[in-house]
């Protein structure tokens, strides 16, 4: 199934992330010997140990390659082989506390669709979500694509109150949910909606966030109707619930840091010209991954400490 | 009688909305509820809020431990109120929307409570590592089981995890720690979740049936 | 008119343009009829869609009609046809009208806009108005509406049978017939950490989740508040309820007095108990950690419905050494709260813990009934996998058959 990448790119800042693990390390070394004295380690020691193994990657920035998983590479190769000006819906369903773990996910599709030269439409059914979907147009579109137009690459029709409500009416009319884009442009004024009538139009639907309203109420009241593909990109701790989607109902999921992770890296692997651009999946893997080893390392090393002690009171 | 007539509400509108699943006419009704719910729980905000206020200000008065934060409390709230229903700082004057861009409320929003919110999301992580250094051992086979899988998960999310199995052939590849994980994902925890939630939806219709019937009361205040 | 109108100079100029200009416009039309006129031979006219059907949508409020025709024979992804126009009257009125249209190479539409036992007619249309190569008229149809979705039918049973079957053992149990409920060790220990806290000096705290009284799992909270609180009377040990939502404080407020009162002291009762502190999620948890950290409660009950906070609020009562029994119907947390807590009520148990604890024999029906529901699924998942699993391995005839049966069965479509 996989194709293992090389493992690690490592960046110039080796030397603070060899100081950092250098320090865990020796950590480590003391945490075992007071487990092998069946003695526990105070929850403060473990959080210290968490903020330097999320902290020294942050500082001295690592990353590792990533090989996309079938879920994440087939939303991509999906949005890969959409032919050039396909209509590609991506709501932004999500809020500030869940915008680190997605946000990277709705930049890295919003490159990739313009990357592709898709026609975009941006909306949300979270009040929250229409600042984030400005803050991804502003790094994104803005930044690296200067040339696209508003109204003919991409049209953003902005936050619409009413949860599944507003899935029940676009799903047959959009124009009777949304008459007009974010800026009062009507929507028969605008290009891309010449041939769109109606989700059933669109070719490829995006949910990104993990709640509710969310990613199942748009299979539920959009994609099972329709039958228009739809893709999600969800925080890691709502990913299990989503799978029994996977593959019918849901073309590709990307789940939490790691998802936008591989999600990036295939981008970059297909675009090399984004080599250059901020990827923050990638770069949060970095201390994720530190972490998730220390959090191993911890459980090791909790499991001596309870074995020697059970092992001296049955003495 | 108070108890009677909130009985008799609750078994009417209970029976009422069962009733509207399975009858075209009345399928609005739900909305129509829910509704007329949000606009319940729009006025007893002024009761939260009232109390919220009595509770500080007492504090504050009659300085209370702790009544310093109390100070804290009470110019948070009156602050972000008056901005926000007076609009101040708002670009579009009084008649625009308090989240308007570049307004004080959407800039106290964003550049306060965001940060706050993600601060205290952030403390996930920590807590994560002292529950999985706590919890994780293994005191018999169930707590045995739940070690490896976790171990797995961890791993799975890792580069190391494509490392450690690389040389696990493709016809084995399920072996293969990433596809492990979301095997363990997809098909263990799933099962798991899925008989979760059926007993789930048993014990909401067995609650639910008490309580419309009116056998379970306790939600009223006990009889005296 | 006004006659003044007529006399005025500006209006006499106007109809001299207005007789010169269509003297010429008639002159030149005479000479050469094509001009303006697109020649009817240079315009490809698609072949008209075929076969319109028109049915009522069924279980629905009378407002809908479903339409279903055969593609235009060009329609063939060359462009020729650009879309479908539907076209609507009504039987023994007016002319056809455009009602909507769709793309090309779509065969369905779903018009919402009739009225419910009034008749229409339909026709598609191509690449223009009504009147442009449609197609034949379609069937006449009547929207009608439908008392009783009978698409819910299984819905129906299924619930009957379940509901049923708590109500049967609820009248059982009045009966004095006496139920064998298994053991939960979460609501086994509700009085010992109850009375752990008064011993120690130290107060409770109860946090019945984040959501509105609109959610289940907080009026079984509330409903549990309901008994701890009586003990809690019983043994004058001070409680503390931080609320998230308004009402919520409300109920909480008149369930804890209740209590007081049944339990003989309303002396000791006190609104304070139940506070609201904040809609905003992490908001709420701050304030509740900080009440944790500070007051150090010795027992922490966290029962209703919980999203990302309930590990720091668990694992910030694990801190300060309280006895912890946690309960919620949200899977995803409920591992958190296990590994973090020292009892926990897995799902349904947070349903049945008001029964359990209250121990009368109707509520205690209850829990009987609802196991009558689990033992259904479990024979029809065992049924399921083994046909479902002979079916596709073996392809055998009467797997299959069963297999799709369960499947239809189990099936909710509205």
Known sequence: MFTPAPLLALSSSTIGVSISLGLVGLGMVWMLIRSLRARDVDRRIVFLFIFISVSAPILFPITFSETPTPVVKKLFDKVESLPADSKVLISFDFDPAMAPEVQPMADAFTRHCMAKNHKVIFMSLWATGQSLLNQTMRAVLVTEFPEKRDGIDYVELGYKAGNEGVLNVIVSNFRKMFPTDVNSIPLDSIEIFDKIKSCRDLDLIISIGGGKPGIKEWVLFVGDPTKTPIGAGVAAVVAPQLYPYYPKQLLGLLGGVKGAAEYESELVRHYPQFEEVDKPGLRMMGPQTFAHVVILAFIVLGNISFFVSRRRASR | MKRQVALLITLFIGTLLVVSVFIPPMESLKETFTLFFDIIAVFAFFLGGGNLLRVHLTKLSKRKQDWVYSIVTLVGFTVVLVIGLFKLGNPGGIAASPTAEGSLFQTLFDNVLVPLSSTMYALLAFFVASASYRAFRAKNREATILLIAAFIILLGRTPFGMMLTSWVPNSLSILQIPNLAIWIMNSANLAGQRAIMIGIGLGVVSMSIRIILGIERTYLGEEK | ?414
């Open chain 3, 1 to 414: 008119m006004d006659d003044q109108l007529y006399r005025q100079p500006v209006f006499r100029v106007f109809q001299i343009f207005l007789i010169i200009f269509t003297v010429l416009a008639g002159s030149i039309f005479a000479q050469d009829p094509a001009i303006g006129l697109t020649d009817s031979a240079d315009v490809f006219v698609p072949a008209p869609p075929g076969a319109v059907k028109a049915t009522d949508v069924v279980y629905d409020q009378g407002g809908a009609v479903d339409l279903e025709w055969e593609l235009s024979p060009d329609d063939d992804g060359s462009l020729k046809v650009s879309g479908y126009y539907i076209c609507r009257r009504e039987v023994g009125g007016e002319d056809y009208r455009l009602v909507d249209s769709v793309m090309a190479g779509v065969r369905t539409f779903v018009d919402e806009t009739v009225e419910q036992d009034h008749t229409y007619q339909y026709m598609v249309a191509v690449n223009g108005d009504c009147s442009t190569a449609p197609s034949e008229e379609s069937n006449s149809i009547t929207p009608d509406m439908e008392w009783l979705n009978f698409g819910l039918s299984n819905l129906f049973i299924i619930g009957l049978v379940i509901c049923g079957s708590v109500i049967y053992f609820i009248a059982h149990a009045k009966r004095g017939k006496k139920f064998f409920i298994r053991k939960i060790a979460g609501l086994e220990a509700v009085d010992e950490a109850i009375g752990r806290a008064t011993e120690m000096g130290r107060p409770i705290l109860f946090v019945p989740g984040i959501l509105d009284m609109d959610d289940v799992q907080t009026i079984a909270a509330l409903t549990i508040l309901g008994r701890v609180s009586r003990v809690v009377a019983d043994y004058d040990t001070k409680i503390n309820v931080p609320v998230s939502r308004s009402l919520v404080m409300t109920a909480a407020r008149e369930t804890i007095k209740s209590s007081y009162m049944a339990a003989g002291r309303p002396d000791a009762y006190s609104d304070d108990m139940a506070a609201y502190i904040t809609d905003e999620q992490f908001g709420y948890v701050a304030a509740v950690d900080g009440m944790m950290v500070r007051e150090k409660p010795a027992t922490c009950f966290l029962l209703g419905a919980f999203f990302a906070e309930s590990l720091i609020l668990a694992e910030t009562g694990n801190s300060i050494g309280a006895i912890q029994i946690a309960g919620t119907a949200r899977p995803a947390q409920l591992p958190f709260f296990v590994a973090a807590c020292d009892f926990t009520l897995i799902g349904e148990e947070l349903f049945a813990a008001s029964a359990y604890l209250s121990g009368e024999p109707k509520q205690m029906g209850s829990l009987k009934g609802q196991d009558v529901g689990k033992a259904i699924a479990m024979v029809f998942i065992v049924l399921g996998v083994i046909t479902t699993t002979l079916a596709q391995a073996w392809d055998i005839g009467v797997f299959t058959w069963i297999s799709d049966l369960l499947h239809d069965l189990f099936q909710v479509t509205s």
